[in-house]
């Protein structure tokens, strides 16, 4: 099978992005990120505190699409409940919450200092 072109491949990447705004988590996960973006700005923080949140932000986002690819591959290779499988899809979505938990004590973090100092 022929490779698809550097383009191609690169344009089935952004549909894979652009369908994970079907995902209800990813959609939330967005906003979240758009609302650091925004108090980036407002509180005009440092390039070093503005990479450390962007860098968990995009860290979160990107465990979801790995959290939800392993779930529908999960449900393709078996769409009957399963425990084995449940146990599969429940440390994948650990993986996302470990994330997110991270994010939020980073965000802590960087923000207290712009907003309590």
Same mark, same amino acid.
């Given at each position: 099978m022929r490779k698809p072109s550097l383009q191609k491949s @690169?344009?089935?990447a952004l549909n894979g992005i652009f369908l994970m705004f079907s995902e209800r988590n990813f959609k939330l996960e967005c906003l %979240? @990120? !758009?609302i650091n973006l925004i108090l980036i700005f407002? +509180? #005009? +923080? *440092?390039?070093? =505190? *503005?990479?450390?949140i962007v860098t968990v932000s995009f860290g979160v986002l990107v465990a979801e699409i790995f959290n939800t690819a392993i779930e529908k591959i999960c449900d393709f290779i078996q769409p009957d409940f =399963?425990? #084995?499988? !449940? @146990?599969? #899809? =429940?440390? *994948?979505? !650990? %993986? /996302? /919450? +470990?994330m997110a938990i991270l994010s939020v004590i980073i965000g802590f973090l960087v923000y207290? #200092?712009?907003? @309590?100092l």
């Open positions: @690169f344009l089935h %979240a @990120f !758009g407002y +509180l #005009k +923080l *440092s390039n070093i =505190d *503005s990479i450390l =399963d425990p #084995k499988i !449940g @146990f599969i #899809k =429940d440390i *994948s979505a !650990g %993986a /996302v /919450v +470990l207290w #200092k712009y907003i @309590f």
